[in-house]
């Protein structure tokens, strides 16, 4: 039977997290983690209830309160950081570099009329760290972009940028069904406008606008619908309207 206490622990207010990740970084235990979008408790046992991960939250969604709930218990959760590389891994995906950001606001005009404005508003941009939810996506026209049609893509920045939520993933490379999952995630979530695809002419690369399509007809979303396709050379080769 387990012993159960009353003493201080986390406790998250879903409404509020954004999932930036923040927390997640921030517990040292490895208490926290991102489950679908949000953070989550793993375990009442690795929580120390000494809130270093409270102040790291830009939402306010965590506080400490005092409950009845299992003992910290250092044994196990010294136990569970030995495993942090292997077994930890989704845990630990919240990492600085995925907290959620809006770029917006302090984006300036080039001083070099010879450079082009950077026109991303948002960040992270890879769909797998985009949390569904997210602010930035609500009310927004989303082009989720292939991995390479920057590289190829001359005015991706003032075309495709601009005025638009951005997602980014390989339809290749990365895990496609993860990314059919996620992007549903997103549609059903956000209030979003409408979605364009963008990828490379090369066949694997129009999996990408499968992806979005079926996205689409899972979330039973019905909105405005693009696909856009670059050449290697670097110019747009077609475009289509609706699913």
């Known amino acids: 039977m387990t012993t159960r206490t009353l ?11 954004d ?42 969604a965590l506080h400490i309160v005092e409950r009845e709930s299992q003992a910290f218990d250092e044994e196990a959760t010294n136990q569970r950081l ?18 959620v950001r809006d770029l917006s606001r302090s984006r300036t005009a080039s001083q070099d009329s ?15 760290l985009v949390p569904p939810g997210a602010r930035f996506l609500n009310g927004t026209e989303v082009v989720l972009i292939a991995d ?10 003032a075309d495709f940028l601009k005025d638009h939520s951005v997602l980014v993933a390989c339809p290749k490379l990365d895990d ?9 995630e997103i549609l059903k979530a956000g ?13 694997c690369c129009s999996g990408l606008a499968y992806i979005a399509r079926e996205a689409l007809k899972k979330s039973g979303k019905d909105i405005p619908f693009r696909e856009v396709t670059i050449g290697v050379k670097g110019e747009i080769k077609a475009e289509v309207e609706g699913i």
């Not at 997640?24 to 991960?53: F, I, M, P």
């Not at 209030?191 to 066949?203: G, K, N, Q, T």
């Open 19 to 60: 999932g930036c990740g923040n927390c997640v970084t921030a517990c040292a235990e490895g208490a926290l983690a991102l489950v679908n979008g949000k953070a989550r408790l793993v375990s009442e046992v690795y929580c120390d209830g000494l809130a270093a991960c409270v102040g790291k939250c830009p939402q306010d």
């Open 176 to 184: 496609a069904e993860a990314h059919l999952e996620k992007l549903t």
């Open 191 to 203: 209030d979003i406008r409408s979605l364009a695809v963008v990828h490379m002419e090369v066949p």
């Open 148 to 157: 390479c049609v920057p590289f190829a893509y001359p005015n991706l920045h």
């Open 114 to 128: 010879g450079r082009q404005s950077a026109m991303l508003s948002h960040w992270p941009v890879q769909l797998a």
């Open 82 to 99: 030995k495993e942090k590389p292997a077994a930890l891994l989704k845990t630990f995906q919240g990492c600085p570099g995925s907290a």
């Open 7 to 17: 003493r201080k622990i986390i406790q998250i207010d879903q409404d509020k997290c």
